[in-house]
């Protein structure tokens, strides 16, 4: 079975660094600019938080395939056991990336009210 290793730069800088740059920056890919529905901001965030897990999982698995850990031959033998330790791996790395997703969460709940006021004034206008 796969063990974890001890904090380090490469296992757990590297990862929370990346995925916490993924967190600020997917979100505004994945929701339409010009949205002014909040579910559609709801669900791009709630896909970006899935996909960040499932790239920490991923990203895990590269990192101790790399440093030499035999993930194949433990998949082999425990492969639910081999995707739970990544995915547990990922989730703690959510303690960093989590918050910058609310925050961009935010960020784009306020750009949706702002867009919606415009379209306001603009009505108002004629």
């Known amino acids: 079975m796969i063990e974890a290793e001890a904090i380090g730069w490469w296992n757990t800088g590297f990862p929370l660094v990346l995925l916490s740059v993924l967190a600020a920056l997917l979100p505004w890919w994945i929701v339409p600019g010009k949205t002014r529905a909040h579910s559609t901001v709801a669900a791009g965030v709630l896909t ?15 990192i101790y395939a790399a440093r030499g850990a035999e993930i194949q031959a433990a998949f082999d033998v425990a492969p639910d056991g081999v995707v739970v330790f990544f995915l547990r791996l990922s989730a703690f790395t959510a303690m960093a990336w989590g918050p910058i997703l609310v925050l961009v969460w935010l960020a784009m709940a306020q750009r949706v009210e702002k867009l919606k006021g415009e379209d306001l004034m603009d009505e108002e206008r004629g």
């Not at 970006?48 to 590269?62: E, P, T, Y």
């Open 48 to 62: 970006s938080a899935v996909m960040l897990f499932a790239i920490g999982a991923g990203l895990m698995a590269l």
